[in-house]
C-alpha cells in the first residue's frame, strides 16, 4: 500500500525546501503586476478590482503553503504537484493586466483549475481514510463552489464580473474561519491542524521578503531608466529606499523571531497559523499599495499631489501599519501603541498633502515609518528591560 508523502515530524524546525523558494518566485511577477494594475487604474473600480485579484493570488499561495507544510515538497508526487500549480499560478500572473477585460477566462480558469485541482489530489494522496481526509473533502466542497463563482464571472462583464469574482474569494477566505463547515459533512478544528509552525512562520516571512524585494527592484528599475540622475530623482529614490527599509525593520528587525517561536510553541499552532495567513494578506496589501505610492513619487517628484495620490500615499503605509498590528497582536497579545500613534499622523498628513508635491509627501510618510520603527525598538528594549 502507498504512503502519503507527508512530512517527516521529528519535533525539529522543518526547513524550507529549494520547491517551495522555487515556487515563490512567481510570486514575485504577480505582486509586480497587482503593483502596476492598481498604478493604471486610480480610481475606486480600479481599486476594487485588484483587491479582488490580490486576494485570488494570495489564496492560491495560500492554500499551496498549506499543502507543503503537511507534504514533503521533496518527495516526487508533491514535487511534480507543485511545479504544475506553479505553471498555473503563473499563467493566472501573467493575466492580472487583463483579467477584467479580455483574459478573464485566462485568469478564472488557471486559478480555479490550481485550487480544485490541488485539493483533489491531496485527497487522492491521503485516501479516504487518512485524518487528513475529511479535511481536505470540505476544502474541496468550498473551492468547488468558488470555482463556479470564477468561472460564472468570467462570462459576465463589468461589476456582475467584480461581484461574483467577489463571492468566489469570500468562499475561500472565509470558510476557514469557520472550519470549512459544509451542511452534511461537519467541519474541521484548528487543533486538528496539525502544522509544523516555524516552518509556516518561515513560509510568511518570505513572501514578505518578495513583496520588499520587488519593491526594492522597481525602484532601481527606475533609477536605471532615468537619463539625468537629477537631485530630485535620487532624492525620491532615497525616499522609496527609506520607506522600504522602514518597513522591513518594523516586520524583521523587531518581531519575526518572537513569531517563530510563538506559533511553534503554541497550544493550538492550527488557529496561530491561520491569524498569520489573514494577517499578511493585509501586510503585503500594504506593501503593494506602498509601491503604487512610490512609483508616483520616483515618476513625478515635483508633481503637485492631488486628493487620489494623497490617498495612495497614505493607504500603504496605513493598511501596513494596520496588519503589522495586527500581526504583533497574534505574537505578543497586544497591539503597540506606536503603531496606532504612526496612524494617526499618516491620517493628519493626509490632510495636508495637497498643499505640497510628491517627493516631500513621500519623504514625510517614509519618516512616519521610520518613527514607528525607532518607537517600537524603544519601547521593546523596556519591556525586555523591565522583564530581566
Same mark, same amino acid.
Given at each position: 500500500?502507498?504512503?502519503?508523502?507527508?512530512?517527516?515530524?521529528?519535533?525539529?524546525?522543518?526547513?524550507?525546501?529549494?520547491?517551495?523558494?522555487?515556487?515563490?518566485?512567481?510570486?514575485?511577477? /504577480?505582486?509586480?503586476?497587482?503593483?502596476?494594475?492598481?498604478?493604471?487604474?486610480?480610481?475606486?473600480?480600479?481599486?476594487?478590482?485588484?483587491?479582488?485579484?490580490?486576494?485570488?493570488?494570495?489564496?492560491?499561495?495560500?492554500?499551496?503553503?498549506?499543502?507543503?507544510?503537511?507534504?514533503?515538497?521533496?518527495?516526487?508526487?508533491?514535487?511534480?504537484?507543485?511545479?504544475?500549480?506553479?505553471?498555473?499560478?503563473?499563467?493566472?500572473?501573467?493575466?492580472?493586466?487583463?483579467?477584467?477585460?479580455?483574459?478573464?477566462?485566462?485568469?478564472?480558469?488557471?486559478?480555479?483549475?490550481?485550487?480544485?485541482?490541488?485539493?483533489?489530489?491531496?485527497?487522492?494522496?491521503?485516501?479516504?481514510?487518512?485524518?487528513?481526509?475529511?479535511?481536505?473533502?470540505?476544502?474541496?466542497?468550498?473551492?468547488?463552489?468558488?470555482?463556479?463563482?470564477?468561472?460564472?464571472?468570467?462570462?459576465?462583464?463589468?461589476?456582475?464580473?467584480?461581484?461574483?469574482?467577489?463571492?468566489?474569494?469570500?468562499?475561500?477566505?472565509?470558510?476557514?474561519?469557520?472550519?470549512?463547515?459544509?451542511?452534511?459533512?461537519?467541519?474541521?478544528?484548528?487543533?486538528?491542524?496539525?502544522?509544523?509552525?516555524?516552518?509556516?512562520?518561515?513560509?510568511?516571512?518570505?513572501?514578505?521578503?518578495?513583496?520588499?524585494?520587488?519593491?526594492?527592484?522597481?525602484?532601481?528599475?527606475?533609477?536605471?531608466?532615468?537619463?539625468?540622475?537629477?537631485?530630485?530623482?535620487?532624492?525620491?529614490?532615497?525616499?522609496?529606499?527609506?520607506?522600504?527599509?522602514?518597513?522591513?525593520?518594523?516586520?524583521?528587525?523587531?518581531?519575526?523571531?518572537?513569531?517563530?517561536?510563538?506559533?511553534?510553541?503554541?497550544?493550538?499552532?492550527?488557529?496561530?497559523?491561520?491569524?498569520?495567513?489573514?494577517?499578511?494578506?493585509?501586510?503585503?496589501?500594504?506593501?503593494?499599495?506602498? /509601491?503604487?505610492?512610490?512609483?508616483?513619487?520616483?515618476?513625478?517628484?515635483?508633481?503637485?499631489?492631488?486628493?487620489?495620490?494623497?490617498?495612495?500615499?497614505?493607504?500603504?503605509?496605513?493598511?501596513?501599519?494596520?496588519?503589522? /498590528?495586527?500581526?504583533?497582536?497574534?505574537?505578543?497579545?497586544? /497591539?503597540?501603541?506606536?503603531?496606532?500613534?504612526?496612524?494617526?499622523?499618516?491620517?493628519?498628513?493626509?490632510?495636508?498633502?495637497?498643499?505640497?508635491?510628491?517627493?516631500?509627501?513621500?519623504?514625510?510618510?517614509?519618516?512616519?515609518?521610520?518613527?514607528?520603527?525607532?518607537?517600537?525598538?524603544?519601547?521593546?528594549?523596556?519591556?525586555?528591560?523591565?522583564?530581566?
Amino acid at each position: 500500500m502507498r504512503l502519503p508523502a507527508l512530512r517527516h515530524r521529528d519535533g525539529h524546525h522543518a526547513r524550507v525546501t529549494y520547491e517551495e523558494l522555487f515556487f515563490d518566485l512567481v510570486y514575485v511577477f /504577480a505582486v509586480t503586476q497587482l503593483s502596476h494594475h492598481l498604478l493604471h487604474h486610480l480610481d475606486l473600480a480600479g481599486v476594487l478590482q485588484t483587491l479582488v485579484l490580490w486576494f485570488a493570488v494570495w489564496l492560491g499561495w495560500q492554500y499551496a503553503c498549506w499543502v507543503s507544510n503537511w507534504f514533503d515538497p521533496e518527495a516526487p508526487r508533491i514535487r511534480g504537484l507543485m511545479f504544475a500549480t506553479m505553471l498555473l499560478a503563473l499563467l493566472m500572473s501573467s493575466s492580472i493586466p487583463e483579467a477584467f477585460a479580455d483574459r478573464a477566462w485566462v485568469f478564472a480558469g488557471a486559478y480555479a483549475t490550481m485550487q480544485v485541482g490541488r485539493t483533489a489530489f491531496v485527497l487522492i494522496e491521503v485516501g479516504p481514510t487518512h485524518p487528513l481526509a475529511p479535511n481536505f473533502r470540505r476544502m474541496l466542497a468550498w473551492v468547488g463552489i468558488s470555482a463556479c463563482f470564477w468561472l460564472a464571472g468570467a462570462a459576465a462583464e463589468g461589476n456582475v464580473r467584480l461581484g461574483l469574482w467577489a463571492m468566489a474569494v469570500a468562499c475561500e477566505y472565509v470558510s476557514p474561519m469557520f472550519g470549512f463547515a459544509f451542511p452534511g459533512m461537519g467541519r474541521s478544528h484548528t487543533r486538528e491542524w496539525t502544522i509544523e509552525g516555524g516552518h509556516l512562520a518561515e513560509r510568511c516571512q518570505l513572501f514578505v521578503i518578495v513583496a520588499l524585494g520587488e519593491t526594492l527592484l522597481a525602484t532601481g528599475g527606475v533609477l536605471s531608466e532615468v537619463e539625468h540622475w537629477r537631485l530630485e530623482v535620487v532624492s525620491a529614490v532615497l525616499a522609496t529606499f527609506a520607506g522600504t527599509l522602514a518597513m522591513w525593520w518594523l516586520y524583521f528587525g523587531i518581531s519575526s523571531r518572537d513569531a517563530t517561536a510563538a506559533i511553534t510553541h503554541s497550544d493550538d499552532p492550527g488557529r496561530m497559523g491561520a491569524n498569520f495567513h489573514y494577517v499578511h494578506a493585509l501586510l503585503i496589501a500594504g506593501i503593494i499599495a506602498t /509601491a503604487v505610492g512610490n512609483d508616483l513619487v520616483m515618476d513625478h517628484p515635483g508633481a503637485a499631489v492631488t486628493v487620489v495620490y494623497a490617498t495612495v500615499m497614505v493607504a500603504g503605509p496605513l493598511i501596513y501599519l494596520l496588519g503589522s /498590528a495586527l500581526y504583533k497582536r497574534v505574537v505578543y497579545g497586544h /497591539a503597540p501603541r506606536s503603531h496606532l500613534l504612526g496612524a494617526a499622523a499618516l491620517l493628519m498628513l493626509g490632510l495636508v498633502m495637497p498643499w505640497m508635491h510628491l517627493l516631500a509627501a513621500g519623504w514625510l510618510t517614509s519618516m512616519v515609518l521610520l518613527g514607528v520603527g525607532l518607537l517600537d525598538t524603544r519601547l521593546k528594549r523596556r519591556s525586555q528591560q523591565r522583564q530581566g
